[in-house]
């Protein structure tokens, strides 16, 4: 069975460990499915990187939610129920 993965990164990432988690996964390298993405910018590169893999992916801004931010984090992760969750590029 393959681990699910979920994947995050905050600021203005590129995504580049993103995009090599998800090939990895595609390309059997790694048993592991990315169910998921959560990013702090909906201007990060990462975004449009993560659209043309085809991974679903959530924006939740700190700066907007202010203190629910913990709250509603665990709410999305709980949502995705990940087996890993692969900070790539998650600086918070």
């Given amino acids: 069975m393959k681990a699910r993965l979920v ?8 995504g580049s460990n993103m ?4 090939r990895a996964c595609k390309e059997g390298r790694l ?10 910018r909906s201007d990060s590169p990462a975004a ?3 659209s043309e893999e085809g991974v679903r992916c959530v924006v939740v801004s700190p700066k907007e939610h202010g203190e629910r931010y913990a709250e509603i984090l665990l709410g999305l992760l709980q949502q995705m129920s990940p087996d890993l969750i692969c900070l790539a590029g998650y600086m918070r």
Avoid at 7 to 14: E, F, P, T
Avoid at 19 to 22: E, K
């Fill in 48 to 50: 449009i990187m993560l």
């Fill in 7 to 14: 994947l995050m990164a905050s600021g203005v990432s590129r």
């Fill in 19 to 22: 995009r090599a988690l998800i």
């Fill in 31 to 40: 048993d592991g499915e990315v169910v998921g993405a959560i990013l702090t």
